[in-house]
């Protein structure tokens, strides 16, 4: 095993283009920002440069806000793991927002983990958008 100790960046961050995990290209960032808006389809989250770590196993891991599954019971963080390909590698983690859109709201962290130890997190506030939240609330103040 390595004795050297793995150093990891996170290169970009926010929104993205579609990831096809069928292919190697990683997503290309759109936008940089925390700020998510809450629309279908949209990409979101991090590209990671980890060096120093070939073989090892990189646990990753997205916590969602309360996002309840077809059941009503809120779905777990969904994570697993996978071995880091080389010393130099970049690694995506990320997700899209799904119908219903509104109960998406919320902090979305997502973190990356090598032998127990967070190397790498982001949090993501995820937002209706502007537009959606001025409709709400001319209806809400309706009394709808």
Request: proline share 6%; with cysteine.
């Amino acid at each position: 095993m390595s004795k050297l100790k793995p150093d990891v960046t996170i290169i970009r961050s926010g929104i993205f283009t579609q990831w096809d995990e069928d292919n190697d290209d990683l997503p290309k960032l759109t936008k940089a920002t925390v700020h998510v808006p809450a629309e279908i389809d949209i990409e979101f989250g991090f590209i990671a440069q980890i060096r120093k770590a070939k073989n090892q196993v990189l646990r990753y891991c997205i916590y969602h806000p309360d996002i309840p599954d077809e059941n009503g019971d809120v779905r777990p963080p969904f994570d697993g793991e996978v071995y880091v390909k080389s010393n130099d590698w970049k690694f995506y983690i990320g997700d899209t927002i799904w119908a219903p859109e509104h109960n998406k709201v919320g902090k979305w962290r997502m973190t990356l983990e090598l032998k127990g130890k967070v190397i790498a997190e982001k949090t993501f506030k995820v937002h209706m958008n502007e537009e959606d939240d001025k409709i709400g609330a001319f209806w809400k103040r309706r009394g709808f």
